[in-house]
């Protein structure tokens, strides 16, 4: 025991000044310790600050599995069949002094395969960033555009379910609009569909030929002449590709003679197909017109109606690149088939709604003059929206032709979706 006690106090007299270190040490490094806690602090309100904002946008999406199968009538044997599943997000960010945010992306996978290859074919990407844009539109909404990638506004002769690009809005709040985009990347299928159409990829637009210039041009103006007529003249062009413009008629009729909440409906959509491809890279190449007619009747659970497409008798692809082609049914197969056009589709559609369930039917009858062949084409499609946010849809397709230049075939296809 006393050596322990010397020991201790032969310590506290070696160190006799280790109290005062201590406190000359805690308050210089003080003043440093509480200007780095109110930066922390600064971040921490900072960044809660930006969460709650976040907090506040729009989550959305939907999560499912889909499958498509074809079969052919005749000795080609099963085409191609598969399942998936899949998850598609959008987020947009709450708006600040009219800027906002958003995004998307759609992720699948497969689930199984008929034939090696036939997921792959539909699917060319597992997953896709369909939307990441930056927007502005000002208080009453007259005056805004988007950079970056989203779906830009809808005119007949532009295509792709998403664009990279600018798009500029101006409107009146009478509903008079102006939109005008340049593009330079597209992609002209990303879904989960239960059409197949899939994921295909994104693209320059530049790569429709190789002289191809490397931005798009796409214009629409919406002109609602009173409650029930708009007319909206468009304006599509890609150097060395295509200017492809037109206009579409609108208009709906109210029929309260016949029953309440009905009307009359009629679009009109006319094109006109201005080839700009050298003649070195398509010698026969030529400049068409056409147009796509609908007009029938809409009640408050069902509709009908029918119409006509046709395309000139001249050589032109009018779906090259990001150029639409606004075919009426789901396949329609020769209209047009392989850059010949001389064609006409006349087709019935309608719609009837029992509750939750819509089926939308059609049929088409046309004649290909180039190729010297007729088809006829059977739609159903279908929505039904089950209890508690799950969704299904799809759709039975049925196509014959005269010539054996496809063989005939049945399609079905469905998808069952929860969304969030």
Do not use: C
Not at 64 to 73: H, K, L, S, V
Not at 314 to 322: H, L, P, V, Y
Not at 397 to 404: G, W
Request: hydrophobic fraction near 35%.
């Amino acid at each position: 025991m006393p050596t322990i006690q010397m020991l201790e106090i032969s310590r506290r007299k070696r160190f006799p000044s280790a109290g005062i270190l201590l406190a000359w040490g805690t308050a210089s490094i003080l003043p440093g310790a509480t200007a780095a806690a109110q930066e922390n602090g600064q971040s921490e309100s900072l960044l809660d600050s930006v969460s709650e904002f976040l907090r506040r946008g729009q989550l959305e999406g939907q999560i499912g599995i889909g499958a498509n199968q074809r079969i052919y009538n005749n000795e080609a044997g099963d085409g191609p069949g598969l399942s998936w599943g899949y998850l598609q997000t959008r987020y947009v960010t709450p708006t600040y002094n009219g800027l906002s945010a958003g995004g998307a992306f759609l992720a699948v996978g497969e689930v199984w395969e008929d034939h090696t290859g036939d997921f792959d074919s539909v699917f060319t990407e597992p997953f896709d960033i369909e939307e990441l844009y930056l927007e502005f539109l000002n208080d009453d909404q007259t005056l805004g555009a988007h950079i970056g990638r989203k779906t830009m506004p809808s005119n007949p002769g532009l295509d792709g379910d998403y664009q990279q690009g600018l798009n500029l809005h101006a409107g009146t709040e009478s509903g008079y609009s102006l939109d005008f985009s340049i593009i330079d990347r597209w992609i002209r299928y990303s879904t989960y569909n239960y059409d197949l159409h899939g994921i295909t990829g994104w693209d320059d637009v530049d790569a429709v030929n190789s002289a191809a210039g490397e931005l798009f041009f796409a214009a629409v103006i919406d002109l609602p002449f009173s409650s029930h007529f708009t007319l909206s003249p468009y304006f599509n062009y890609q150097e060395d590709v295509m200017a492809y413009y037109g206009t579409t008629f609108t208009s709906s009729i109210p029929t309260e003679n016949l029953a309440a909440q009905s009307h009359w409906d009629t679009q009109l959509i006319l094109a006109i197909y201005d080839n700009q491809v050298p003649t070195s890279i398509e010698p026969d190449y030529e400049d068409a017109w056409g147009g796509l007619l609908y007009t029938g009747l809409a009640f408050e659970r069902y509709s009908l109606g029918g119409g006509v497409y046709w395309i000139s008798d001249n050589t032109i692809d009018t779906g090259a690149g990001a150029f639409h082609i606004f075919d009426p049914l789901k396949e329609d197969n020769l209209y047009p088939y392989n850059n010949q056009n001389d064609f006409e589709l006349y087709y019935l559609k309608g719609s009837a709604t029992f509750g939750d369930l819509t089926i939308n039917p059609a049929i088409g009858i046309g004649r290909n003059h180039a190729i010297e062949s007729d088809s006829i084409e059977i739609d159903v499609l279908f929505n039904y929206d089950l209890p508690g946010n799950f969704q299904l849809e799809g759709y039975f397709v049925y196509v014959d032709f005269e010539k054996d230049i496809f063989p005939s075939y049945f399609l079905g296809g469905a998808t069952i979706g929860y969304n969030f």
